[in-house]
Structure formats: C-alpha cells, structure tokens
Nanobody, 120 residues
Framework: VQLQAYGGGLVEPGGSLSLSCAAS????????MNWYRQAPGKQRELVAG???????NYADSVKGRFTISRDNAKNTVYLQMNSLKPEDTAVYYC???????????????WGRGTLVTVSS
C-alpha cells in the first residue's frame, strides 16, 4: 500500500491551495484519513481528519479555512486550504488507516510530505 500526495507549492498570504492524496495497492478498506503538517522546528500536528463515513475534525488553527473531503471510490483524500497564512507554511503529510486485501486489521500508512509555503 502506498500513499501519494499531490499539490503543494508557493502561495501568497490570503491565497488558496489544494492537496490530494491517493492510496494505491492491494486495498480492502480504508478507515480514517488525515492530513498532518510539520513546520520547521515544530512537532508534527494533526490538521484535519475524516472518517470513512464523512465525519470530520479540524485543528482550531484551520477551522473555517480548510476543508477535508474524500472520495472512497478513488481511495483519495483532499484538503482545500483557503485564506492561507504564513504560519500555515509546513510540510503536509497524508495518513490513512488501511486494511490490505486478505488482511484482518488496519495499519497506518503515511505519504511522503508535500511542502506548502505561504509567503509574499
């Protein structure tokens, strides 16, 4: 199972950016899918999460600005980021709990990070 993140880049303050992360491989089922971020010199933090059935949760710092969504048919999670601030600058990582084909339990998988830089 692999998670591949797309998107990221440089955006001015107040701008928008969209991230996506697709899971591939021998997948039977995906439970929760999440976006984390890690800014320079800081610990990795949870940005947003979404359950298989669409329940979402957000870090207080991004509520009202970021929206997480998923397409279960495509095994993909998205993060729409609006009104970006310089403090949103970080490497963003996707994470998912995946049950592989033939497996009985869910395991955590991580995608490689994608850099988001908010700067003028």
């Amino acid at each position: 199972v692999q998670l591949q993140a797309y998107g990221g880049g440089l955006v001015e303050p107040g701008g928008s950016l969209s991230l996506s992360c697709a899971a591939s491989g021998r997948i039977s089922s995906i439970s929760g899918m999440n976006w984390y971020r890690q800014a320079p010199g800081k610990q990795r933090e949870l940005v947003a999460g979404i359950s298989r059935y669409g329940s979402t949760n957000y870090a207080d710092s991004v509520k009202g600005r970021f929206t997480i969504s998923r397409d279960n048919a495509k095994n993909t999670v998205y993060l729409q980021m609006n009104s970006l601030k310089p403090e949103d600058t970080a490497v963003y990582y996707c994470n998912a709990a995946v049950r592989s084909s033939g497996g009985y339990s869910y395991n955590d998988y991580w995608g490689r990070g994608t850099l988001v830089t908010v700067s003028s």
